[in-house]
Nanobody
Framework: DVQLQASGGGSVQPGGSLRLSCAAS????????IGWFRQAPGKEREGVSC???????YYARSVKGRFTISSDSARNTVYLQMNSLRPEDTAVYYC???????????????WGQGTQVTVSS
């Protein structure tokens, strides 16, 4: 079974930073695209970022230049470094597997429990 466990969320002031971690298991980590999507109350799910097995990455326009995705295959872990956070980044962030980009939008075929990120002064 694919298991994806997200952690690292919290509360931060605008302009602050957080780093999310996703511990993955149950599949060939080196051959699977993994990423992040978020869900805010009353808003549609948004694919945030993906990293492919070849190291190529995708970022949503809303986070490009502020967020950085990376992976550590020795630890089967994917990270999302979030800088210059804004109130509109507030959401539950989910780690997702099987990321593909369709018409410029990242979609996922598996995910685990999310972690809350709150950006507020």
């Amino acid at each position: 079974d694919v298991q994806l466990q997200a952690s690292g969320g919290g509360s931060v002031q605008p302009g602050g930073s957080l780093r999310l971690s996703c511990a993955a298991s149950g599949f060939g980590f080196d051959y699977y695209a993994i990423g992040w999507f978020r869900q805010a109350p009353g808003k549609e799910r948004e694919g945030v970022s993906c990293i492919n097995s070849d190291g190529s990455t995708y970022y949503a326009r809303s986070v490009k230049g502020r967020f950085t995705i990376s992976s550590d295959s020795a630890r089967n872990t994917v990270y999302l470094q979030m800088n210059s956070l804004r109130p509109e980044d507030t959401a539950v962030y989910y780690c997702g597997g099987g990321c593909t980009v369709v018409a410029g939008v990242a979609v996922f075929d598996s995910w685990g429990q999310g972690t809350q990120v709150t950006v507020s002064s």
